[in-house]
């Protein structure tokens, strides 16, 4: 079965909006990452954020992880047409994914 | 960022034949590749590890002798469909494990979206 289950399933936002997903886990973990994929393509890593770890930036995206609720959000700021993709949170050695979030960005 | 290529990004064969996928690190040596599908609008599952010189460990439920893996190099490993039927229809994706100190990293290939007919 799946590690983790991301939420929403969907979102649809218009460009310059904000997009948040969360993602929820069951196992205690040593690391969180998130990755973006492009219909039909391959897997982006976008940003790893360790246990330890409470929150973490990279460019507009930002990562928070509480282990107390095994839970982690990704925040994209300012959404722009070209972030429109599914995203995957992963975690563990072998990275189990969870079941991703499809983000839309309209213009 | 580390490249990982797969041949062929795309292939339609017939009910029966057996399909090769490879999977290639180009600018990194991997001792470790997994091998993953996904079907349409859904997550992708792990199916193997594959390890250079050595058996790959294949997941639950996961059919080893029709799922071939062979990771002969540290910069290739295959995938081999043997004996394909439409539902093994799916996009295979690959990843290639890039082991630095505190932090091991997967990188992906752009994956190959097999049709069986």
């Known amino acids: 079965s799946q590690q983790g289950e991301e939420d929403p399933q969907a979102l649809s936002i218009q460009e310059g909006e904000n997009a948040t997903m969360n993602c929820s886990y069951k196992?205690?973990?040593?690391?969180l990452q998130w990755y973006r994929q492009n219909s039909g393509r391959g897997l982006v890593h976008l940003i790893l954020?360790?246990?330890?770890?409470r929150e973490k930036h990279s460019g507009r995206l930002r990562v928070t992880l509480d282990t107390s609720k095994k839970s982690s959000s990704l925040l994209i700021t300012a959404s722009r047409a070209a972030d429109t993709a599914s995203y995957f949170c992963?975690?563990?050695?072998?990275?189990?994914f969870g079941t991703g979030t499809r983000l839309q960005v309209f213009p | 960022g580390a490249v990982v290529s797969q041949h062929p990004s795309r292939v339609i064969c017939k009910s029966g034949t057996s399909v090769k996928i490879e999977c290639r690190s180009l600018?990194?040596?991997?001792?470790?590749m997994f091998w993953y599908r996904q079907f349409p609008k859904q997550s992708l599952m792990l199916m193997a590890t594959s390890n250079e010189g050595s058996k790959a460990t294949y997941e639950q439920g996961v059919e080893k002798d029709k799922f071939l893996i062979n990771h002969a190099s540290l910069t290739l490993s295959t995938l081999t469909v043997t004996s394909a039927h439409p539902e093994d229809s799916s996009f295979y994706i690959c990843?290639?494990?890039?082991?630095?100190?505190?932090?091991?990293?997967?990188?992906f290939g752009p994956g190959t979206r097999l049709t069986v007919l």
């Open positions: 196992t205690s973990i040593n690391n």
């Open positions: 954020i360790r246990s330890n770890e």
């Open positions: 990843s290639a494990l890039m082991t630095s100190p505190g932090t091991d990293t997967q990188y």
């Open positions: 992963a975690t563990g050695d072998k990275l189990i």
């Open positions: 600018d990194f040596q991997a001792t470790t």
